[in-house]
């Protein structure tokens, strides 16, 4: 299957639909759901009407909230045995000052979701993320350019070739204090997704 998100405004209202079916398919209010994401009811109002463009940091909490994995809230349908994302069709969730972009090419779904990204650093772009749920783990590799890794209190500079595994569910960052853009793959592991409460 092949599959394409082309513009911002069409991966916002795809973001919408599907938080709104997935909230309704569990019978939440948005209350609650607001209660169990910690994202305000009317930013929630704003991204089932496709009206807001979230950050990547919201989505995670969402997908948490919603126990789907961030590739059910982003990813085209799955019909097919193999989904194939055509070269530069992945959903750009995060896009930096210097150009920079983090874009989500494939994933699985739950209850064990692998999230496979592309990202490119521009001169001085980094990109902070909170903690993800307990368990998850990341694997990262370097492609090109040089990437300042930090992982809790602790950094490593990552040259072309180098590659890293790392917990997930403490705070990270990804910079580049390089010249020369950085671009590297990463994967994401989380375990367990929907198999914990929800309101």
Do not use: K, Q
């Not at 009407?49 to 789907?68: E, F, K």
């Not at 705070?171 to 994401?188: K, Q």
């Amino acid at each position: 299957m092949l599959h394409s998100m082309t513009t911002p405004e069409e991966l916002a209202s795809t973001i919408g639909a599907r938080v709104r079916s997935t909230r309704i398919a569990r019978a939440w209010t948005l209350d609650a759901l607001a209660e169990s994401s910690g994202i305000s009811r009317r930013m929630l109002v704003n991204i089932e009407h496709g009206t807001a463009n979230p950050s990547l940091a919201t989505l995670l909490r969402l997908s948490d909230a919603l126990g789907v994995g961030l590739p059910a809230l982003v990813e085209g349908p799955r019909t097919d045995t193999v989904s194939v994302t055509p070269a530069g069709t992945g959903s750009v969730l995060w896009t930096g000052e210097a150009g920079g972009t983090g874009t989500l090419v494939a994933g699985t779904g739950p209850p064990d979701v692998v999230e496979l990204w592309d990202w490119t650093l521009g001169p001085g772009d980094a990109h902070t993320s909170e903690a993800h749920a307990a368990g998850t783990t990341e694997l990262l590799h370097v492609i090109s350019g040089h990437l300042r890794l930090t992982v809790g209190s602790e950094s490593f500079d990552l040259s072309p070739g180098d590659a890293a595994r790392f917990p997930g569910d403490v705070p990270h960052r990804y910079a580049n204090a390089d010249e020369h853009p950085c671009r590297f793959a990463l994967t994401v592991f989380e375990p367990d997704v929907g198999t914990g409460s929800h309101p």
